[in-house]
């Protein structure tokens, strides 16, 4: 039988539209659609009612309305492919899906198609990380790094990460179909990662301490991802953490500061923060 999905329009006011990304995100809704009127999430059809507890739970907090639609998977790409936006970082870099124009006039210029049609809408977080990531080969371009795309999506930043220079990058996601678009991608752009594992930290870990880990997911993963972070990043390894909201940030802050980080800076764009730290 077809899996289905359910799409539940959400009409918000631009400020609280980022914020329900981020909480139903938490929450386990799988992608989402930026719309004029706030935003759409997708989630699989068999937990209808639980998504409407979480989305009428919200609204105790949260001003919106929202409307479900039943949508067959089948119908994704085409939407999709109307409202993927490129994403381009002035003349370092362009991240553009297989039907847009190759882009002249960058350093690189990467093809990413996300497999889970409408992608994340987190253009701000893919974006600050990236740049993060060409300030690292800049302030610190020594040989054999070894990289972590943690919770690695379409890919991106791991592929980014070897392009750039990482001696080695693995990617792990608990997703089957991130690791299956990580894989495609690479290839699309002619890189080569070392290990793409279907799991969790715990499946990664090789034993070989990390020099950098890269993780643009959510605060709760974030959180609670800390100490096994510090155990698998060499002293003095950095992580570079995104996906968190302005409101969460002296949170994770401080608990990174707790689990054995020194924070160096953080960054912003729009309501997200990317924070940057060193092992100690």
Same mark, same amino acid.
């Not at 918000?12 to 004029?36: P, R």
């Not at 969790?200 to 034993?207: P, V």
């Given at each position: 039988?077809?899996n289905?999905?359910?799409?539940y #329009? ?9 914020i329900?990304?981020?909480?139903l995100?938490?929450?386990? !809704? ?19 009612? #639980?998504?409407?507890?979480? %989305? ?21 790409n ?44 987190? #253009?701000?977080?893919? #974006? ?5 990531? !060409? ?74 301490p ?53 924070? %160096? ?16």
């Amino acid at each position: 039988m077809t899996n289905t999905f359910t799409a539940y #329009h959400i009409d918000c006011s631009t400020d609280d539209s980022d914020i329900l990304l981020a909480l139903l995100a938490d929450d386990g !809704f799988d992608s989402f659609q930026e719309t004029d009127s706030g935003l759409i999430a997708y989630a699989v059809s068999d937990r209808h009612q #639980h998504w409407v507890e979480v %989305l009428d739970d919200l609204k105790q907090r949260i001003s919106f309305t929202y409307r479900a639609e039943e949508m067959e998977v089948k119908n994704w790409n085409e939407v999709w492919e109307s409202a993927f936006t490129p994403i381009r970082i002035d003349d370092r870099l362009s991240l553009r899906a297989h039907f847009h124009p190759p882009v002249d006039g960058v350093a690189h210029d990467l093809v990413i198609d996300p497999k889970m049609s409408f992608g994340t809408g987190h #253009h701000a977080t893919t #974006h600050m990380m990236c740049e993060l990531l !060409f300030e690292h080969f800049a302030e610190d371009p020594k040989e054999g790094q070894r990289f972590l795309d943690y919770g690695c999506g379409t890919g991106v930043l791991a592929i980014l990460a070897k392009r750039l220079g990482a001696s080695e990058v693995d990617a792990v996601d608990i997703e089957p179909w991130a690791i299956e678009n990580t894989e495609e991608n690479a290839a699309a752009n002619d890189v080569a990662l070392k290990r793409l594992v279907v799991g969790t930290l715990d499946e990664i870990i090789s034993g070989t301490p990390y020099d950098v880990v890269l993780a643009n997911i959510n605060r709760n993963v974030l959180l609670a991802s800390a100490e096994a972070l510090r155990d698998n990043i060499r002293v003095g390894g950095r992580v570079y953490l995104s996906g968190i909201l302005l409101q969460d940030e002296k949170r994770v802050v401080e608990h990174y500061g707790q689990t054995g980080f020194q924070h %160096l800076r953080t960054v912003a764009r729009e309501d997200w923060r990317a924070a940057v730290f060193i092992r100690e």
